[in-house]
Every structure is written in structure tokens, then in C-alpha cells.
């Protein structure tokens, strides 16, 4: 097939390869999962069986490129696969990571659905699908802020998603009166309310739900404060 008159096309081929000696985040995110977790009765603001299926399919993925990974940690519809800066995984392809990373973890996510969604039939018309994006970090610094900002997001959206569906579930509020009520106000309000309208102690929610999940080169799935471990989670990179 080779050397045929066609071939000078491969030329069109633009070269996308990631610079050298950076650290590599590939981040995917479920397409509409607003609609997908209506579709499939997730419970709000967390499904369990949901992140805990979000875990497994990621958890897969780094021990299948364990030795190019640091940690991968994720929350809600999206998760981030550190990789090392040395890493020469598909010679650093952008295009390359990104749509194999991606499409494995779709994969698995499609077969370990039975098992965390047990007599939950997958839909042909409303099927799980998964962006994705590679970002470079130069330095240590950067990467390990990058980490503390999903970290950080975890928090806000949690509370944030934890109040606004407390005060429907709980207090009867519709979800524009919930809205209302929780526009502008910090996160030591947004607790105040969670406990004097709804008895709910912030504190005492799962720390699945309030600080995401971590995954370890060896598979661990953990659930930690990431800021305050930030300088051992990247011990030795
Ligand atoms: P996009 O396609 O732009 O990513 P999206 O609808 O997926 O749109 P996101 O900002 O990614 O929007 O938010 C994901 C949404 O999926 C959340 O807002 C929430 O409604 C839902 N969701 C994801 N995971 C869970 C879960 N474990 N339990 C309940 N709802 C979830
Ligand atoms: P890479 O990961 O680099 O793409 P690869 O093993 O997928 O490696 P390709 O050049 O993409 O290599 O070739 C795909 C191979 O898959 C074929 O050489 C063939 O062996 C096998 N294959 C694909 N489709 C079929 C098919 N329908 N029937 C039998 N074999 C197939
Ligand atoms: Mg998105
Ligand atoms: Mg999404
Ligand atoms: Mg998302
Ligand atoms: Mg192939």
C-alpha cells in the first residue's frame, strides 16, 4: 500500500507533539451529563453508584499506563490523568493521549455500568460519551496548582450543589427559590443555612461528595484533603 501515488496526502498531517519535560494533564469530561444523570434518575446532588463507576473506569486507566502516571483525581462528570514530565507515552502525542485515554476510559465506562447500575439498562439513544483535552504544566509549581484547582472546585460546586438541592428536598423550596436564596452568598452561609434550615452538618457529609476521589499509581482510591497533602502526592516528580 505504501509509496503510492495517494501517499503524498499524509503530508496534510499537522504534528502535534507536546513540549518535552512538562507535565502532561489529560482531562475528560462527560458530553451533557446534566441530561445523562436525568435520563438515568441519578440521585442529586451525588450518585454514589455514579462517582464510584467514575472511580473504577479511572482506576483502570492509570494501572493500564501506570508507569507514565503520578495520580489521577476526579469529581462529578470529569477526571484528570496526571502524567509524569518525563513521560514518553505516545511520543507525547496531544491527539494521540488524548483520544486513546479517552476512549478507554468510555469503554470501561460502558462495560462497568451493570455492575454499579445493576437492572439499569443503557439506552442506545442515550449513551455516555466523554471530551477531552491535553494541557502541559512546566513546572512543579503549576501542576500542583492545577490540582488544587479541581480540588478547590470539588468544594464550591459540592456545597454550592449540596444546599441548593437541600433546600428542594428537605425545606420544599422550588429550584428558583433555592437559587435565590443561595445567590451571593459565601461558603460559611451556604453552611449555616445547610445546618439551621436543613439540620444537615456540612461536616458530616461523605468525603467522596466534599473532597473527590484520588487514585494512586498503585490503584488506591482515596478521598483526601489534596492542598494540604500537595507537596507528598508529588513527592520525587
Ligand atoms: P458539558 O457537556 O458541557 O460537559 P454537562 O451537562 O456535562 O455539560 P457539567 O458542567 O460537566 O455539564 O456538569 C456535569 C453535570 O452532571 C452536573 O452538573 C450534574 O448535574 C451531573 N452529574 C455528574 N455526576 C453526577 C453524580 N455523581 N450525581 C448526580 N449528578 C451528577
Ligand atoms: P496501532 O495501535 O498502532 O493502530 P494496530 O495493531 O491497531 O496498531 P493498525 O495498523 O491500525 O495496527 O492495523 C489494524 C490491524 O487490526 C490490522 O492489521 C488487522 O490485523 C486487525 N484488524 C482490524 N480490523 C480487522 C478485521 N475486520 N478483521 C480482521 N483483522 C482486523
Ligand atoms: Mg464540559
Ligand atoms: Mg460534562
Ligand atoms: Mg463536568
Ligand atoms: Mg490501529
Known amino acids: 500500500m505504501a509509496n503510492s501515488r495517494f501517499e503524498y496526502v499524509r503530508q496534510f ?3 502535534d507533539t507536546l513540549l518535552p519535560e512538562t507535565y502532561i494533564v489529560i482531562r475528560i469530561d462527560g ?3 446534566h441530561e445523562f444523570s436525568k435520563y438515568y434518575d441519578f440521585v442529586k446532588p451525588n450518585d454514589e453508584r455514579a462517582l464510584k463507576l467514575m472511580n473504577a473506569c ?3 486507566v492509570v494501572l493500564t499506563y501506570r508507569a507514565d502516571m503520578i495520580l489521577a483525581f476526579g469529581e462529578s462528570d470529569e477526571y484528570s490523568f496526571i502524567l509524569k514530565s518525563d513521560t514518553n507515552l505516545f511520543n507525547r ?3 494521540k493521549l488524548s483520544t486513546l485515554i479517552c476512549s478507554l476510559y ?4 460502558v462495560a462497568l455500568w451493570p455492575k454499579f447500575f445493576p437492572g439499569v439498562d443503557l439506552n442506545a439513544k442515550h449513551l455516555p460519551y466523554f471530551d477531552s483535552r491535553c494541557v502541559v504544566y512546566p ?3 503549576t501542576i ?3 490540582l488544587s484547582w479541581r ?3 470539588t468544594h464550591i460546586n459540592n456545597l454550592y450543589n449540596t444546599a441548593f438541592w437541600q433546600l428542594i428536598q428537605v425545606c420544599g423550596l422550588t429550584a428558583q427559590e433555592s437559587e435565590n436564596k443561595l445567590a451571593g452568598t459565601v461558603s460559611s452561609e451556604k453552611q449555616e443555612i445547610l445546618f439551621t434550615d436543613c439540620s444537615i452538618n456540612y461536616n458530616n457529609e461523605p468525603d467522596m461528595f466534599k473532597k473527590g476521589s484520588l487514585i494512586t499509581r498503585k490503584g488506591e482510591i482515596l478521598h483526601i484533603d489534596v492542598i494540604k497533602q500537595i507537596d507528598t502526592l508529588f513527592e520525587g516528580f
Request: charged share 40%; net charge positive; hydrophobic share 20%.
Open 151 to 153: 480540588f478547590v472546585d
Open 144 to 146: 500542583k496548582d492545577y
Open 93 to 95: 502525542r496531544s491527539e
Open 58 to 60: 479511572a482506576k483502570n
Open 13 to 15: 498531517e499537522t504534528h
Open 106 to 109: 468510555t469503554s470501561n465506562y
Open 31 to 33: 458530553k451533557k451529563f
Open 139 to 141: 513546572n512543579l509549581k
